[in-house]
């Protein structure tokens, strides 16, 4: 999510069995167990949770991934520093997209990256259990870090402010774009890239490139609709070891963290399918237009960076195996919206404010992690089986905080499949919820503390 609080929206299938986990250092009590600290630049674990789940099952339990979440939060490039603390040995384990090596003089991924060259996951499957992946992760070795694992990443797409069908639409125009061979295929197609950070405002922009559930986490499709249906290039995920860790760890567990970055590639996958299956709706619910752009016109436009890796002696065979391996994606179509159900009962469809101020915080359950922000105004929006929170903090501009769908059964409310709770509403039309469930105290504070004032 874009914000703290309101977390019922946070997706519970990608966290499952890691993130905070309690377990014991090697030689504390239960000092069979080591546990190792993976840097990890958001603020969930996302795909990666597969891998540590995947470390955890081979090890029997005895060797286990702990994430360092937000690491390096905030730069728009945290990619090099990542790197750099891994070389200096601040943390053990880290991953950065296969993009961030290119920088560091390392070319063997830029042709499994390189624009409209794989564009579909059986594909990405195909040239990560190709013995040519063992070469590419072992070219980071030379740079101070030991490559532990080469994984999946999920397929990105273009959004874009306009309709776009091809190169002549994006000419001039300011795009989010990772660093490396990324940036220079936005040049070729004639726009301005612009890297940004993980879940970064588009102040600025007239477009970004990103993966479905984050077109969804970040709610990008209120300003970017515009996405086209095919995929740019994955973002894989590397693995890597500070030098000083990776020999401190025996000969065994360093076999089972490169053997769990190879078992763990089809789970992973599947994972990340159905992530992506799961936004589908949801960005179509949202405004998204998919469309097919013109693909030919795009891979014609790009075709000097492809060309470059042609003549290049470590991108070439890369680029024959994923030559040898693509297919061509399945369109994008959204479903055809439900006829919605005679409403009986339920949320109230209208508009509706709140304002939780400094001392609710200081007097609420669950108040002490919104402090921060606070004082809070909030504007929902509510439709037939779809919720929406706008919020002010501070007095800034209001921004997205929460957008689900939700259900009720007689007083109960189920939001998103995630949270649950109670409600009612009063003489005046206004709405009081209680007995919110989520896993956050802070979803408790901002349902429950003040009535929900029904302003139309």
């Known amino acids: 999510m874009r914000r703290t609080g309101l977390t019922i929206l946070a997706s519970a299938a990608l966290l499952a069995g890691c993130g905070g986990q309690t377990v014991d250092k090697a030689g504390g009590k239960g000092g069979d167990v080591r546990v190792l600290r993976l840097a990890n630049a958001n603020d969930e674990p996302g795909e990666l949770a597969a891998y540590a789940r995947e470390v955890k099952r081979l090890s029997g339990g005895r060797l286990r991934i702990e994430f360092a979440n937000n690491w390096r939060r905030g730069p728009n490039d945290a990619e090099p520093g990542i790197l750099d603390d891994i070389r200096a040995g601040k943390v053990d384990l880290a991953w950065v997209g296969a993009r961030a090596f290119k920088a560091e003089g390392v070319k063997a991924f830029d042709a499994l990256i390189a624009p409209f060259q794989v564009t579909d996951y059986d594909t990405e499957q195909r040239v990560l259990t190709d013995p040519i992946a063992r070469n590419m992760l072992a070219a980071v070795d030379r740079i101070g870090v030991k490559g532990v694992a080469l994984l999946p990443g999920p397929l990105r797409r273009l959004g874009m402010r306009k309709p776009w069908s091809g190169p002549h639409d994006l000419k001039d125009k300011r795009i989010g774009a990772p660093a490396g061979i990324g940036s220079a295929a936005i040049k070729a197609l004639g726009a301005v890239p612009v890297v940004h950070g993980s879940g970064a405002k588009l102040t600025g922009l007239d477009g970004t490139e990103q993966h479905l559930p984050s077109f969804v986490g970040n709610r990008y499709m209120h300003e970017i609709p515009n996405v086209a249906s095919q995929p740019l ?3 894989p995920l590397v693995v ?21 970055g190879t078992t763990v590639l089809r789970p992973m996958l599947d994972d990340i399918r159905a992530a992506d299956r799961a936004a589908v709706p949801r960005l179509c619910r949202a405004g998204a237009r998919f469309f097919e752009a013109d693909l030919p016109a795009l891979r014609a436009a790009a075709a000097p960076v ?23 994606p399945a369109p994008i179509i959204c479903p055809k919206p439900a006829q919605p159900a005679k409403a009986r009962g339920g949320l109230p469809s209208g508009e509706y404010t709140w304002t939780l101020t400094l001392a609710d915080g200081r007097t609420q359950p669950g108040g002490k992690t919104l402090m921060h922000e606070l004082p809070d105004v909030f504007r929902a929006l509510v439709t037939p089986g779809r919720l929406v929170i706008y919020v002010s903090s501070k007095g800034k501009p209001e921004e997205i905080g929460f957008e689900e769908d939700y259900s009720v ?31 956050d105290p802070s979803d408790e504070f901002v349902f429950e503390t003040k009535p929900w004032k029904r302003v139309r």
């Open 240 to 260: 890597i070891a500070s030098p000083g860790a990776w020999k401190a760890l025996a000969a065994d567990d360093r076999k089972l963290l490169l053997k769990a």
């Open 409 to 439: 059964f007689k007083d109960r409310i189920i939001i998103g499949g995630n949270g649950s709770g109670r409600f009612k509403v009063d003489g005046k039309g206004n709405l009081h919820f209680s007995d919110i469930k989520s896993g």
């Open 306 to 328: 492809i060309d470059a890796l042609r003549r290049d002696a470590a991108s070439a065979p890369v680029l024959r195996a994923v030559e040898r391996e693509r297919r061509d």
């Open 233 to 235: 290039w994955p973002r």
